[in-house]
């Protein structure tokens, strides 16, 4: 369960408003900025997805998960903001983002066509995915080393308040489904994890390949790169595995695994930054 002395800080900071990062802002690499970039695009309306889906269950919800609910939408408000803010340096670098975020509007257009709980459900598995990423992001300095320093501070202080917030849409689920019996809640979630690491692959694979298309990389050598970044060198989707198998385990909740050491190892640049009640500027 999540640590009853867990406290979620949404942490208001700004990056990269004074200066532009370079195209390529992860050590030259095309393949590893995509990887990143395409990541990025999509977290805007995917965060206000985020959003509605557990703030739908907000009410009647115990004290401490309404809090908590409520610390989760802050911190997504901010995350939204930032990375508006980076993604307008991508497209200001001549990327044409036009079919990355035409994907992500279809998925979720078709996802609010279900019902609530089936989008909490959604929610529940992609944030257990954006979780073990941002695990996999703060605990292997690697994957970060040689980027723009601006930008890879927005990455891990989005890793940090994702890693602090993971178990709030399973919290909520968990609420919302007290009545189901066991067997459905389990199957729902599995069933909805299998979907969600469907669409969330092949159309994030299909960002990458069209971003770095319009660097010149495709054929063999966008997918080789492609692969070889995600499964062997870093290898940060490899590295995911076990945590992902995980999530279909018997007993599980996100903070079986805690790990709010690495959140103390990188917080510190950041702890001016936190908010107490006051809502995040948008701007």
């Known amino acids: 369960m999540t640590p009853t002395d867990l406290t979620i800080h949404p942490r208001d900071r700004r ?7 370079a195209r390529h802002w992860l050590n030259g690499d095309p393949i590893a900025t995509a990887f990143f970039n395409a990541l990025s695009i999509t977290f805007p309306r995917g965060e206000a997805y985020f959003i509605d889906s557990v703030r739908a269950f907000r009410d009647g919800a115990p004290d401490k998960l309404a809090g908590e609910i ?31 975020d035409a994907d992500v509007t279809l998925v979720l257009d078709l996802a609010k066509r279900r019902s609530p709980i089936v989008s909490l459900a959604a929610t529940m598995a992609l944030e257990h995915f954006t979780a073990i990423l941002a695990h996999e992001l703060l605990s292997d300095p690697r994957h970060l080393a040689g980027g723009d320093p601006e930008v890879a501070a927005l990455w891990r202080w989005h890793a940090i308040e994702e890693i602090e917030h993971k178990g709030v849409a399973h919290d909520t689920w968990v609420h919302a489904t007290r009545d189901w019996p066991r067997f459905r809640r389990w199957s729902v979630k599995s069933l909805m994890m299998l979907v969600v690491t469907r669409h969330f692959l092949h159309h994030r694979a299909r960002g990458m390949m069209e971003l770095l298309r319009q660097d010149g990389v ?29 999530y279909f385990m018997p007993g599980f909740h996100p903070w079986r695994v805690d790990d709010r050491a690495l959140i103390a190892l990188a917080d ?15 701007a």
């Open 268 to 282: 510190t640049p950041y702890v001016d930054a936190r908010m107490d009640d006051a809502l995040p500027s948008v």
């Open 15 to 21: 990056f990269g408003r004074d200066r532009a990062a």
């Open 70 to 100: 409520a610390a989760f939408i802050k911190q997504e408000v901010v995350h939204s903001r930032e990375h508006l803010a980076f993604n307008r340096q991508v497209m200001a670098h001549g990327y044409d983002v036009s079919l990355l």
């Open 218 to 246: 495709t054929g063999r050598r966008a997918w080789g790169g492609l692969l070889r970044y995600a499964l062997l060198r870093p290898g940060i989707l490899r590295r995911v595995v076990a945590p992902w198998i995980a």
